[in-house]
């Protein structure tokens, strides 16, 4: 690959290679060192939309046979890149058949802030789900999203694959005490089975946070009872209960709708 400096590796016994593929492996690693791997032309492109860079670019040796890797990599002219070998690289990337350029990110730290609407998220186990929620969330207009301590890992590979760039866009709280949160919020809206209020009759143009909770156990107790309004989605159809991900996107959307309207 005609590269110019661009590091080139080899070893796996390499220290940079080492490093790089723990975080690609291990959400302990990611945490501890604040940092993921974005794969692929998407993810990298949505990051350079919003205005972030990676602390480093990592290209396939053969990258350069890809006209979209190569343009995608000018996009971040003054980021460090390295080179590694085909087998290397195949290592570090998350999907079967790899794009060919990966990022290095330093997860962004954000404070608290006040939301017109915010969406809290209590032991969603599947990073599908998560990454799902959290694109439907970019796109109704979230401003932010609070994570339970038992949520999957909010910048994990198979969660940023879902979310499609919805990462960038909205501030992602991971570990946080969910009631202590709600607690702030002047309208906390959650969706159970059990309620009679519809969600297509509530008011929702204001500020307002959505509960969200596990796909098996729903919202525990604790933070059910934070809930200013318990509201269920109709479902006609012969079915008990809806994906977490669709009930989410359903729920937001419906504010869409409402804002719209007025």
Same mark, same amino acid.
């Given at each position: 690959m005609?590269?110019?400096?661009?590091?080139?590796?080899?070893?796996?016994?390499?220290?940079?290679?080492?490093?790089?593929?723990?975080?690609?492996?291990?959400s302990?690693?990611?945490r501890?060192?604040g940092q993921?791997?974005? +794969?692929?032309?998407?993810?990298?492109?949505?990051?350079? +939309?919003?205005?972030?860079?990676?602390?480093?670019?990592?290209?396939?040796? +053969?990258?350069?046979?890809?006209?979209? *890797?190569?343009?995608?990599?000018?996009?971040?002219?003054?980021?460090?890149?390295?080179v590694?070998?085909?087998?290397?690289?195949?290592?570090?990337?998350? &999907?079967?058949?790899?794009?060919?350029?990966?990022?290095?990110?330093d *997860?962004?730290q954000?404070?608290?802030?006040?939301?017109a609407?915010?969406?809290?998220?209590?032991?969603?186990?599947?990073?599908?789900n /998560?990454?799902?929620?959290?694109?439907?969330?970019?796109?109704?207009?979230?401003d932010a999203?609070?994570?339970?301590?038992?949520?999957?890992?909010?910048?994990?590979?198979?969660?940023?694959?879902?979310?499609?760039?919805?990462h960038?866009?909205?501030?992602?709280?991971?570990?946080?005490?969910l009631s202590?949160?709600?607690?702030?919020?002047?309208v906390?809206?959650?969706?159970?089975?059990?309620?009679?209020?519809? /969600?297509y009759?509530?008011?929702?143009?204001?500020?307002?946070?959505?509960?969200?909770?596990?796909?098996?156990a729903? /919202?525990?107790?604790?933070?059910?009872?934070?809930?200013?309004?318990? &509201?269920?989605?109709?479902?006609?159809?012969?079915?008990?209960? /809806?994906?977490?991900?669709?009930?989410?996107? *359903?729920?937001?959307?419906?504010?869409?709708?409402?804002?719209?309207? +007025?």
């Open positions: 005609a590269a110019g400096s661009n590091k080139q590796i080899r070893s796996a016994d390499n220290p940079q290679f080492k490093l790089l593929k723990k975080i690609a492996g291990a302990r690693e990611r501890k060192l993921t791997l974005l +794969d692929g032309v998407h993810l990298l492109s949505a990051l350079a +939309d919003s205005g972030g860079a990676p602390r480093l670019l990592v290209l396939r040796a +053969d990258a350069d046979s890809a006209p979209e *890797i190569m343009l995608c990599a000018t996009r971040f002219a003054d980021t460090p890149r390295i590694l070998s085909a087998a290397l690289f195949d290592q570090l990337s998350p &999907v079967e058949h790899p794009t060919g350029i990966l990022g290095l990110l *997860i962004p954000v404070a608290p802030q006040a939301s609407c915010s969406v809290l998220l209590e032991n969603i186990q599947d990073p599908g /998560l990454g799902s929620i959290l694109r439907s969330a970019a796109a109704a207009g979230v999203v609070y994570l339970s301590q038992g949520c999957a890992e909010a910048w994990s590979p198979k969660a940023l694959r879902a979310g499609m760039g919805a960038f866009v909205l501030a992602l709280h991971e570990q946080q005490v202590e949160v709600a607690a702030q919020c002047v906390v809206v959650a969706t159970t089975l059990s309620a009679t209020q519809l /969600l009759e509530t008011d929702l143009t204001g500020q307002v946070a959505f509960l969200f909770g596990n796909e098996g729903g /919202l525990s107790p604790d933070l059910l009872a934070r809930a200013t309004c318990q &509201v269920t989605i109709p479902m006609p159809g012969k079915v008990e209960s /809806l994906n977490v991900a669709a009930a989410a996107a *359903i729920c937001l959307f419906e504010r869409v709708r409402q804002l719209q309207r +007025d």
